[in-house]
């Protein structure tokens, strides 16, 4: 009976290892993506690089005045509500709903000739490979 109930409590142990895993996998990967949209971003005024929106089930479409010339507050401000989710299979949202996004996306910037949010799907798969083997590392 002892035995089993060892056993029991290590499998539990590791379960609820592997889930960490996942939302550590799931989050780490958002990240790279939302980082990655952002600095592909063209910048004017800064205004399109500071209007990417991270939200959880459904996308927000919200748009501001706000500008992030550098990227570095859009990065920390999505990087920091994607750490506080327990991803569990459920979406992770990255929009930018300025209405010339469309635009950017299909190469009217110089600056972003391949787009950004086509170029970083392309890159999903090597992405994906790249930070499973750093959480299996962890």
């Given at each position: ?22 939302d ?46 550098s ?19 459920q979406?992770?949202?990255i ?24 170029l ?19």
């Amino acid at each position: 009976m002892a035995t089993n109930d060892r056993f029991r409590a290590r499998m539990a142990q590791r379960i609820k290892a592997a889930k960490s895993k996942h939302d550590l996998f799931g989050q780490k990967l958002s990240v790279e993506l939302l980082s990655r949209m952002v600095m592909r971003s063209p910048v004017d005024t800064g205004r399109f690089r500071g209007n990417w929106n991270v939200s959880l089930s459904s996308p927000d479409l919200s748009t501001d005045q706000s500008t992030d010339p550098s990227g570095g507050g859009t990065i920390t401000k999505g990087a920091a509500i994607i750490s506080g989710l327990v991803v569990n299979g459920q979406t992770i949202y990255i929009t930018n709903s300025l209405p010339y996004a469309y635009r950017l996306e299909t190469g009217y910037s110089q600056q972003a000739p391949a787009g950004i949010v086509g170029l970083t799907v392309v890159e999903f798969s090597s992405i994906a490979k790249q930070v499973g083997a750093e959480v299996r590392m962890l």
